[in-house]
């Protein structure tokens, strides 16, 4: 195929050759496209479609989307998956391999694809310029925010399930309350606070590093 770039594939918890396989469970591709000029149109067409088939595939958790300001022109996709094998699933399927190839037209430079695990995620490394290595908020950020979010849910939750407790003892025997707690603050955390969360500090997370604003952010979980 004419000017077909290459699917360079940068793991940044494994080599390429080795896929997503050593990657521990909840993985993310951090995917990173430079736009052609004047092909924004036809990316976000693109980039619709590559979420309705994403979100076909087993452990899908979500995209979010960092879009570039009005005269941008980088985007940046985190594609989360709930294991490594939902991950390996998605990387070496036809479908995907499809999507790359129909993106190919509408991008300037090789697309950078890196693989975090965990809490990763939710927050990926973006880059603070044009041409600059991409850099990740402080760790005391990270920590600070996943904090503020932690210790109000080891409240909140415990209390909304006593009575549940109550009701069914065998749902309150000492392990068996301990995980199911475990289990809805870790959900509650991972899909529905940390990802607006994040979205909505994502000025105050890059400050430090001199990042430039790339614009909005959009998530959308397909």
């Known amino acids: 195929m ?7 594939a940068r ?16 993985v993310s591709f951090v995917v990173r496209h430079r736009l052609r ?5 036809a990316y976000e067409a693109w980039l619709m479609e ?12 979500g995209i979010k989307v960092v879009r570039p300001s009005a005269d941008g022109i980088d ?28 993106v190919q037209p509408h991008l300037d430079v090789a697309p950078q694809v890196s693989v975090g695990a965990g809490i990763d995620y939710w927050f990926p490394p973006e ?5 600059l290595p991409p850099v990740k908020p402080p760790v005391w950020k990270q920590w600070l925010i996943t904090t503020s979010v932690i210790w109000p849910l080891t409240m909140v939750v415990p209390w ?3 009575p549940l407790f109550k009701a069914v003892p065998a749902l309150g025997v000492y392990g068996v309350k301990q995980g199911i707690l475990a289990a809805v603050l870790v959900a509650l955390a991972a899909w529905v606070i940390m990802p607006p969360y994040t979205r909505l500090l994502h ?16 998530g959308a979980d397909v």
């Open 2 to 8: 004419k000017n077909r770039l290459p699917d360079t």
């Open 11 to 26: 793991f940044s918890h494994a080599d390429s050759q080795q896929g997503v396989g050593a990657v521990s469970d909840s």
């Open 37 to 41: 000029a004047g092909a924004q149109a």
């Open 50 to 61: 590559n979420m309705r088939v994403a979100a076909a595939f087993p452990g899908y958790r």
């Open 75 to 102: 985007y940046t996709i985190v594609l989360d998956f709930a294991t490594h094998e939902d991950a390996t699933r998605w990387h070496q399927s036809s479908e995907r391999a499809r999507l790359i190839e129909d």
């Open 127 to 131: 880059p603070p310029a044009a041409g």
């Open 160 to 162: 909304a399930f006593e």
């Open 203 to 218: 000025g105050w997370l890059f400050a430090a590093s001199g990042h430039r604003e790339s614009g909005s952010n959009k």
